[in-house]
Every structure is written in structure tokens, then in C-alpha cells.
């Protein structure tokens, strides 16, 4: 994970130089003291920027012996934000920049007194390993709130990062440019060149005024320093940059960038014995594609992808989910998350919310196909079908205006996809699994009054090529959403206010629509709701979303604060292209956090006090809790954090899902976590998270890490977790029964369950060069539940149960069935379900060697395994459930993709 600034800021540098034409004028004029560098105030420094003629002045080797470099200004003078904030920094650092018409060259010596201590391990690139670091970052935009980052380490490992609203990150931005390191007997040095069409800036200008900031790490004793100064008791980042004057005569640059690719796979399976015409112990494919960058205009840019392949991105991990909703993955492929920041929309500046419904989820684009046989009226003996749909182009624009406009704008379209399909005849033929879709999503941003404010507005649309088919019975035709959000800073950025609202709509067939309005998301159909009920003849369902916050997030006086008031209609809707586990509910949520950036036996302590409270449309309280936390950072920069949680009277509108409100019995909880210092040869965490309710429901889990760095070159690390949990409210079933009047006319059939988990993560990265990684890892997953005391729920609005065989009725199994007769010698009848005991296991393990043998060039060689078992047994047996684990037959991946990266 990239990262410029740990925990609320990071601050960057700048530069200035004069600007000149002929190498001869620049040795005549450069003799400028660096006192001269810092133009400007202490804490706004300045620096002019100094042109040179050709970039063969510099040879890229880390080394800053060009004559060019004794003659060019100084940035120095660095102040600490951490640990000593405001104090000198510990260290000298220099940052000297030049700049032609193609690239921007940054030299820097970064003096150490123990070069020994220099901690310099080698990584793959954006990797967040301990290490020390310098970090350049330009604001060419020159609106205080956007700024492009590039950093590197002392072995050469390269990261960028885009910094967005003055504090946000988006770490998987990625830049092409090039640097070199030398360690050297007092410090260390760097030379870096950037192009120009890595940054974004108006070319109008004759002369230009950018924001800039350099930035220092020192892992050893966890220092942080900045040219520009920022105090940990301030806010903001990009605001607070010093500038870079004297920028001249920049033409734009030319921005068209095109990585093609080609690709190769074998899937293997295992071995079957099979009537499956479909099945293939060896199935090869190939692939052949590519992205493309075009500069639309100095200030906008066109990303397009067609055919794209993610054979390289790492799988989801293995879950268990006894739950209505979905789980929520986050997008790992890595056309959706570059410049993913400019498209979110929905959620204010706050401490602590509710929660918000997702307004943009990539992962919905090239999702798993929708349809079944079942649906399809298919009469199927075997089915072939595809894993994800096709994505078959997208396209994104981009870009911020030198007016202050933030636009971006995507489109994808997938496929229709079709499944093969051998009927009991033996006839082969095939049915749609999936639609042909369109995703449009559009953002728009201005800021103004010294980026101190914005407006901006938000849209989507998912439309769907559904007509005349079967999907029309489940799938939504089309889905639209609006919306417009606002942001104000004052008092020097410490406070800020920001609201958000947006309007949804969705369109489909009578039977969609129902299907939506009983969604796990509303449960319009909740037997108990006086304000909800399905309308079985609509063919639309809208609804509207709202947050408002405000937020005191820095100062003088340690204290810092937030309240948010959330508002989700019934009918608001996202899951088209968005993620939303629920609607319906009102909250208001607020805090106050006292931190101390300069305790007397501490580096950093904070601490922490929250209440939140929400309500469903109907009035009933849904949500009502109290918080409390703290954190602290120890001189030998061992960490630790804690949070302690009670819940007071509420009541639970989804438990059963569509039935009466249950009563949630009190509970409490809390977790902590330890971690040693991260820059020893090995290092460890612990945590653990435990919770007790009344009714004799509990959770334990407990996890922990270590971290071992045999060399510099390679890390191994080991995370188990364990976790042992007993809930009393497990959802079994629904069984409809007139004589059930308690209950609107049907039985909610739960379970204790006691559920047991086992998981962890090896993990072993090894690499040969900045340029040249191996990252290996296994992951394996056990868990079980085991169902005992079934029951009914007897009561709206307690928490009170008849179990089966004790309170009521009768209970019996024959082999893997349960049979009840809920009355015994009532008119009831009596019903079954399966028995619900599970054991899971699955093992992940994943081998990925990349070499970016040229600049933005990559070549990835990929292996991945994965073993599955299911059985339903209910107990846990470690030594069992492995040798099960690992005596699955597994299904193997080999993969190879080459791409080139044609560009400037």
C-alpha cells in the first residue's frame, strides 16, 4: 500500500529556481546562497526555478557529480512534523531541481550521520515495507488541493502517489519516470527525472507559480520532515506548500501513451472421472489487448482499455457468509483503481458515521454472470458457463481545468454472455448467462476561494439490454442516479463543512421491482412496518440520500471534533453499478478527540469518545452506542491502540428478514492491537477483539503476525488469526402457518450456532532489483458451524424464543434432515429443513514474478492454486480439517502476459 503520511497529513516540498536559457548565463547567475532559496516565510518557502538546455547535462546515476549540480539553489532547512514537531530536523537534506522541456530533474543528498543506521531494504515498487524515503511533490495544477508525488528509497524503490481535497490519497496512481540511488559514506543521494507529461499543468502561462514540497523519512527513529513546514496540530497538505517560481516558456507536452499486450494461460483441473462433455483436464487461452493514454488537452486526459486482462491481480480471499447481504471485495484490477478518487462521491469529512451507501463500485463492471438454467427455463444436464463477463472496451476522461473544474467521466461496456448447455437428449445448446450492459458514471468538481470550497455533482447510469428475456424477470432495465455535494474550509482549514445528496432511480418489470422492494437492502414486505409495503404493480423505485457534517480536524488546542447527520430513504438504490447493504434509516453520529503530538513519555497519543445513534423509517431505534479509544506511538516506536464499545436499547428490522423487529440484547466489546517497531529484522503484532452479549452470545478473535527480513531483499511474514464465536440469533428459515399469530402468520426459524475459524496468511516476497520482484503466498481458510437449539422467534419486539422439543413441538433428525412439528398435537403441519452444519476449507496460494524490463514495460509470470472441501460435519478439528485441506485436489493457473509501454 502506498503511503506519503501515516495517520491525518503528509506534507511535501518545494522548490524554486531562475530560469534561464544558456548554460553560460546559469554559471554566471546561479552563485545564490541558500538562504535565497527560502524567498518567501519560513513557513511558505520559495524557490525559482532554473532551466537547462538538454537533458544530456545529466547522467542518471544517482550521483550528483554533473557540474551543473554546484551551481543550481538549495532546499534545506527541513522542520520536523514527527517526532519533535516544529523542531529542526535531525538530519541535513538537499533537494536541487532542474527542468527542461521534456523533464523535470530532482537531485537530492540526504546527509546521514550513521549511514550504517540507513535502513534500505529492497521492495517491489509502491511497497510499504520500513524504510527511510525523500519524497517530491508538485502541485502544477496550482489550486491547493491536488498535487502529483513521486518518492524514492535508498536502494532505488520508486512510489507514487496523487494527492487529492488537500489531504485524500490516491495510492494506486502510477507514474512513469525514472531515478537512481547511491548509498554513500555520509548519506545518501538520488537523482530522479520526471517527465513533464506525468504532471498537469497549463501551458498558456508564459511564466508558471507551482505549489511544491519535499519531504524526509527517517525510519530509525520514526522522524518526519518537511521543507514547507506542517504541524501535526495544523490541516491540510497541498495548502500548505511552499512555491516553485520562474517555470517559463513550457510547451505541452505531447500525452499519448499505449501499452499493448499479449497473453498466454493453461488452466488445470483435477483429474475426474466424468460424463461432462464440458469438462477438460487442460484448457488453454490467450489474450491480446492493451490500454491506451491520450492527452486530450493540457488538462484532460483519455484512459481507454480494450480487452483488458487481470490474470495477474491477486484473488479475493476465502469468506463465509450466513448472512442476506453481500460481502463487500475491495477492486484490485488496476484500470479501475487508477484515478478511482475523482469518481467518489457520497461521504462527507467526519470522525465517525452510520454508514453510507457506495455510489460507485467498479467491481460491478465484468461482474460474475446473473443468469442460472433454472431461470432460464433450461432443462440442463451440464452446463458450461463463463466466470465473468466481458469487458468488452471502457474509457475514462479525466483531468482538472486550470479554472478549477475536476471532470471525470466512464464508460464500459460488457458483453452478452452465453453458456453451452447439454440437454437430457443430448442435445447441445446454449442460453444467456448475462446481458449486454452499459456503465456510465460522471463527476464533475469546482473549487474556488483558494481551493477553500467546492461544488460538485455526481452521475450514473447502468442501462441494460434485457427486452423480450427472461432476465427481465429479476434484473433492473436500467438504473440512474444524481447528485450534488459541497465542501467549505475556514479558520485556516481546521474546520470544514460538507453535505451530500443524491436522487436514485431504477426501472424494470413488475417482478424486478418487487424483487428490489423486498431486497435485503429495504424489506419493504416487513410484516410489522407501518410506513412500508409492496406495491406489486410498480415498474420503478426511487429514493433519495443525504449526509451533512461538520468537522474540526486540527488547531492549537488538541481537540478535535465531528457530528454527521445521515439520511437513506426506503427506495435509494446503488447495487447497479454502487454497493448499498441497507436503506431506510436516519443517524446522527458525533465525537470529540483529544490528541497530544508531544506527550512527556510518548511520541503521539490520542484518545477518543463517540456516540451514535440511528432510526429505521418507522421510528424504531436501529443503532445506540457509546465509544471509546485511544492510540499511542512509544519513543522506540512500538505502537498501540485500543476501542471499547456498549450498545444501549435498540432493536433489529433485518434479522428476520421480512418479519417482525426483534429487541438486540445489550452487549459490549473491544479490541486492541500492539505492534513492535516495524524496522527491526523482525517484528510482531497482536490484537484481539472479544464481545459478550446478555443473552449469552459471544465473539473471540484473536490474531497476530510476525515479520522476519532476512536480508535486505527479502520479506517473509506469517499472520494467523482464530476466531470462536456463539450467536443465538442465527437465521435457519421462514415457514408460513396461519395458526402462527404472534408472529403475522409465520414461523422465523433460528439457531444457536457455534462457529470456529481458522485462517492465515504466508507470505514471502523476494526482491532481485527495484525493477525485479517474486511475491509468493498461501493463504489457507478453515471454518465450521455447528447448529444446535432450534427454535422460533415467539414475540415481535423481544427477544424471546420457544426451542423446539423444550418450549414447543417436537424436533427430529434422519440423516442430514431435521423434521418439526412446531405443535405437537396442534393443527399445524410440520416441516423440514436440511441440516445446516458446515465444515469449509480452502486453500489459496499465488506466485507472481514481474519484471519491468522498460519503463511502464512489464512482464508477469503467474502461478496460481487453489483447493476447496466442503462437508457438513459442525466440529472443528484442526488437525483434520488441514490434512482434508491439503488432500483436495487442486486446480492450478499458469499464466504469462508481456506488455510494452510505447510513450513520452
Given amino acids: 500500500m502506498k503511503r506519503v503520511y501515516t495517520t491525518m497529513a503528509m506534507v511535501c516540498l518545494c522548490v524554486n529556481l531562475f530560469a534561464q536559457t544558456s548554460y553560460q548565463k546559469q554559471t554566471d547567475t546561479i552563485a545564490i546562497k541558500t538562504d535565497d532559496v527560502r524567498r518567501g516565510t519560513a513557513d511558505n518557502p520559495a524557490m525559482q526555478a532554473i532551466r537547462i538546455d538538454g537533458e544530456n547535462e545529466i547522467v542518471l546515476d544517482g550521483l550528483l557529480n554533473e557540474s551543473i549540480w554546484k551551481n543550481v539553489p538549495i532546499a534545506t532547512q527541513f522542520t520536523q512534523r514527527a517526532p519533535d514537531d516544529g523542531s529542526a530536523a535531525s538530519e541535513n537534506t538537499e533537494v536541487q531541481l532542474l527542468y527542461t522541456n521534456e523533464y523535470i530533474f530532482v537531485g537530492i543528498m540526504a546527509y546521514d550521520s550513521a549511514?550504517?543506521?540507513?535502513?534500505?531494504?529492497?521492495?517491489?515498487?509502491?511497497?510499504?515495507?520500513?524504510?527511510?524515503?525523500?519524497?517530491?511533490?508538485?502541485?502544477?495544477?496550482?489550486?491547493?488541493?491536488t498535487a502529483f508525488t513521486f518518492a524514492i528509497n535508498p536502494r532505488g524503490v520508486q512510489k507514487d502517489i496523487l494527492l487529492y481535497d488537500d489531504t485524500?490519497?490516491?495510492?494506486?496512481?502510477?507514474?512513469?519516470?525514472?531515478?537512481?540511488?547511491?548509498?554513500?559514506e555520509n548519506g545518501w543521494s538520488a537523482e530522479m527525472k520526471i517527465p513533464l507529461s506525468q504532471l498537469r499543468f497549463s501551458s498558456n502561462d508564459e511564466e508558471q507559480s507551482w505549489g511544491v514540497n519535499f519531504q524526509r523519512r527517517i525510519a530509525r527513529n520514526g522522524e518526519i520532515s518537511f521543507w514547507a513546514p506542517t504541524s501535526q496540530n495544523e490541516t491540510g497538505i497541498v495548502s500548505k506548500f511552499g512555491r516553485l517560481n520562474g517555470i517559463q516558456n513550457l510547451k505541452e507536452p505531447r500525452r499519448l501513451e499505449v501499452i499493448p499486450y499479449v497473453s498466454a494461460d493453461l488452466t488445470r483441473v483435477p483429474s475426474i472421472s466424468t460424463d461432462n462433455p464440458y469438462y477438460s483436464r487442460n484448457e488453454l487461452g490467450a489474450g491480446v489487448g492493451g490500454d491506451i493514454k491520450y492527452g486530450l488537452t493540457s488538462d484532460l486526459t483519455l484512459t481507454a482499455t480494450i480487452n483488458p486482462d487481470f490474470g495477474q491481480v491477486e484473488a479475493d480471499p476465502a469468506v463465509i457468509n450466513l448472512t442476506a447481504n453481500e460481502n463487500f471485495f475491495s477492486e484490485r484490477r488496476p484500470f479501475f483503481l487508477e484515478g478511482n478518487d475523482i469518481f467518489q462521491f457520497g461521504n462527507t469529512k467526519t470522525f465517525s458515521r452510520f454508514g453510507n451507501p457506495v455510489t460507485f463500485y467498479s467491481r460491478r463492471i465484468g461482474r460474475a454472470p446473473q443468469g442460472t438454467p433454472n431461470r432460464a427455463g433450461v432443462n440442463a444436464d451440464y452446463v458450461d458457463r463463463p466466470d465473468l463477463t466481458t469487458i468488452a472496451a471502457a474509457a475514462k476522461v479525466s483531468?482538472?481545468?486550470?479554472?478549477?473544474?475536476?471532470?471525470?467521466?466512464?464508460?464500459?461496456?460488457?458483453?452478452?454472455?452465453?453458456?453451452?448447455?447439454?440437454?437430457?437428449?443430448?442435445?447441445?445448446s446454449s442460453f444467456a448467462v448475462e446481458p449486454a450492459t452499459n456503465y456510465m458514471v460522471a463527476r464533475t468538481k469546482k473549487d474556488f476561494n483558494s481551493g477553500n470550497t467546492y461544488f460538485g455533482g455526481f452521475a450514473s447510469a447502468v442501462n441494460r439490454s434485457i427486452d423480450g428475456t427472461y432476465f427481465e424477470d429479476f434484473l433492473r432495465s436500467s438504473a440512474y442516479l444524481g447528485g450534488v455535494d459541497f465542501e467549505h474550509s475556514f479558520n485556516d482549514r481546521n474546520w470544514i463543512t460538507s453535505g451530500a445528496f443524491s436522487y436514485s432511480v431504477i426501472n424494470g418489470s413488475k417482478e424486478a421491482i418487487q424483487r428490489a422492494q423486498t431486497s435485503p437492502v429495504r424489506h419493504y414486505d416487513r410484516v410489522d412496518s407501518d410506513q412500508l409495503s409492496v406495491n406489486p404493480n410498480k415498474t420503478s423505485l426511487s429514493g433519495f440520500a443525504t449526509e451533512i457534517s461538520i468537522q474540526k480536524r486540527g488547531g492549537d488546542d488538541n481537540w478535535m471534533t465531528s457530528l454527521t447527520y445521515s439520511d437513506v430513504s426506503p427506495g435509494y438504490e446503488t447495487n447497479d453499478i454502487g454497493f448499498q447493504n441497507r436503506a431506510d434509516y436516519r443517524s446522527i453520529n458525533g465525537g470529540l478527540i483529544f490528541r497530544e503530538t508531544d506527550p512527556k513519555l510518548l511520541q503521539y497519543f490520542e484518545t477518543w469518545l463517540f456516540k451514535g445513534n440511528a432510526w429505521n423509517y418507522d421510528g424504531d431505534m436501529i443503532n445506540n452506542w457509546y465509544g471509546t479509544g485511544g492510540f499511542m506511538r512509544f519513543d522506540n516506536l512500538w505502537t498501540f491502540n485500543y476501542n471499547a464499545n456498549v450498545s444501549g436499547d435498540q432493536l433489529m428490522d433485518r434479522t428476520t428478514r421480512g418479519g417482525p423487529v426483534m429487541e438486540r440484547p445489550r452487549d459490549w466489546n473491544f479490541n486492541l492491537n500492539l505492534s513492535t517497531n516495524q524496522n527491526k529484522d523482525v517484528s510482531f503484532h497482536f490484537g484481539t477483539f472479544q464481545r459478550q452479549d446478555v443473552s449469552g452470545e459471544f465473539d473471540n478473535n484473536i490474531w497476530m503476525g510476525v515479520t522476519f527480513l532476512p536480508t535486505t531483499f527479502i520479506q517473509i511474514s506469517v499472520s494467523p488469526?482464530?476466531?470462536?464465536?456463539?450467536?443465538?440469533?442465527?437465521?435457519?428459515?421462514?415457514?408460513?402457518?396461519?395458526?402462527?399469530?404472534?408472529?403475522?402468520?409465520?414461523?422465523?426459524?433460528?439457531?444457536?450456532i457455534k462457529q470456529r475459524r481458522f485462517m492465515t496468511s504466508v507470505r514471502v516476497n523476494w526482491t532481485f532489483s527495484p525493477t525485479m520482484s517474486l511475491q509468493t503466498y498461501v493463504r489457507p481458510f478453515i471454518a465450521s458451524g455447528e447448529y444446535t437449539h432450534f427454535k422460533e422467534f415467539a414475540e415481535p419486539r423481544t427477544y424471546n424464543f420457544d426451542r423446539y422439543g423444550e418450549d414447543k413441538g417436537t424436533i427430529s433428525k434422519a440423516g442430514d434432515e431435521y423434521s418439526v412439528d412446531p405443535d405437537g398435537a396442534g393443527g399445524s403441519p410440520a416441516f423440514n429443513f436440511r441440516d445446516p452444519d458446515f465444515n469449509f476449507r480452502s486453500v489459496q496460494g499465488n506466485a507472481v514474478f514481474r519484471w519491468e524490463y522498460a519503463p511502464?514495460?512489464?512482464?508477469?509470470?503467474?502461478?496460481?492454486?487453489?483447493?476447496?472441501?466442503?462437508?457438513?460435519?459442525?466440529?472443528f478439528d484442526l488437525g483434520r480439517d488441514l490434512d482434508g485441506l491439503f488432500s483436495a485436489k487442486p486446480t492450478n493457473v499458469f499464466l504469462v502476459k508481456l506488455s510494452y509501454w510505447f510513450g513520452t
Fill in 115 to 145: 549511514p550504517d543506521s540507513i535502513n534500505a531494504p529492497l521492495f517491489r515498487r509502491d511497497g510499504d515495507e520500513a524504510s527511510d524515503w525523500v519524497y517530491v511533490l508538485f502541485d502544477s495544477y496550482n489550486d491547493k488541493r
Fill in 399 to 428: 483531468g482538472k481545468t486550470q479554472n478549477g473544474w475536476s471532470i471525470g467521466f466512464l464508460d464500459a461496456y460488457t458483453l452478452e454472455e452465453e453458456a453451452l448447455y447439454t440437454a437430457p437428449s443430448g442435445n447441445e
Fill in 856 to 875: 511502464g514495460s512489464t512482464l508477469f509470470l503467474v502461478w496460481q492454486q487453489q483447493r476447496d472441501d466442503f462437508v457438513r460435519m459442525g466440529n
Fill in 721 to 752: 488469526e482464530f476466531g470462536y464465536q456463539r450467536d443465538t440469533d442465527q437465521y435457519v428459515t421462514k415457514v408460513q402457518d396461519a395458526n402462527a399469530t404472534d408472529t403475522y402468520g409465520n414461523r422465523y426459524v433460528f439457531a444457536d
Fill in 168 to 184: 485524500d490519497e490516491d495510492q494506486l496512481w502510477d507514474a512513469v519516470w525514472q531515478a537512481e540511488t547511491k548509498i554513500l
